[in-house]
């Protein structure tokens, strides 16, 4: 019985010395996007993957890409020469070319890039260089000190279109008539444009709207951007960048463009903002986020136009105008200018805003 017992206990003994397991890796490790859609020719990065309790740190790489039927793939690992924000422009502490190129990195990158620490995937500007099928199937391996996971078809990419233009809030070309008691503002008309899927888009990107106009006229700078700014009356006729203000705001000014340009020159026409990279613009002084972030506001001088009574006649019927004529018989007038959009791609851009129903002074 002795011996039994002295078996018993030794067995206990043994079990109970044995080192616990170490970490934990489970086998429910997956993406929090069924399908990542990605822009081509735009910086982009997934969600962080859900690891279900796994112990950190985890490494993390990608292990193959499949096409839509199946087959590996090398097309989102294909380098080209692109330009990289490490950071974005900042007009507080980025006040010479110098600051700002060293914020900028040109190297050879591929399309697909993954955080070995977190799992995020990023894709770069080069997917703009895909030409083979839109559907990727990624594969990756997770592993941390209990093993490893192969996770096959653990995330599907959709590339979509390249959007050289982004329309990602509502823009407004507007006519103000400013009211002869107390100065209040009256809005004559208003033309917008919603987001990218407004019908106008189509026309504001051929040049064919009425009012709103945003077009590539040239490639180069082959890697930076230009992007002039025209405001003029409703027959097309650019009025002078001294009559193009700043929208006050508390003790400042509205985000504009201004400060979203190393180099700012004016012409008789217009006024230039540049920067050595897209996207344009950057920086948002009042209002964050990926929609608010690309507004950008200006008004007209009171002196800029005569308002076109016969024409807003001819479209909307008879006004009294009275209300806002001052001693002198001019209707006092004043433009409300807001952008909304994102430019992508480099090369030189201008942005032409005709305000309705004007005549230049």
Known sequence: MKKLYYTIFTLIFLTSCKPPEIGYLSDDIHALEDTIFVPRGIFKTSAVPAIEGSTYPLHWEITGVNDINGNPTEDLFDEHEILIWKEPFNPVTDTTLELVEAKLELSNKPTLLINDVSGELAF??????????????????????????????????????????????????????????????SALFTSTIR??????????????????????????????????????????????????????????????YHDNSIKTTEDATGTIFELPAPPFPQYA?????STNGYLMYYLTTRDAFTVDTAAYEADNGPKDWAPFTNASGEIVNQAYIRWGVRINDSGTWEMKMRIPYTIKK
Do not use: C, W
């Open 124 to 185: 770069t500007q080069t997917s703009k260089h895909i030409t083979g099928s839109d559907i990727y199937n990624v594969n990756v391996n997770a592993s941390n000190v209990r093993g490893e996971r192969q996770l096959d078809d653990f995330v599907t990419v959709k590339f979509e279109p390249f959007k050289p233009v982004e329309f990602r809030v509502e823009m407004r070309s507007r006519l103000n008539l400013v009211k002869n008691e107390g100065g209040g503002l």
């Open 285 to 289: 002084r009042n209002f964050g986020g």
């Open 195 to 256: 987001n990218d899927n407004d019908p106008g888009v189509p026309s504001v990107l051929d040049g064919t709207h009425p009012y709103i106009t945003i077009q590539k006229i040239s490639d180069e700078p082959k890697l930076g951007i230009k992007t002039k700014m025209i405001i003029a009356d409703s027959y097309g006729v650019p009025i002078g960048p001294d009559k193009v203000t700043f929208y006050p705001y508390q003790a400042n000014y509205l985000q504009n």
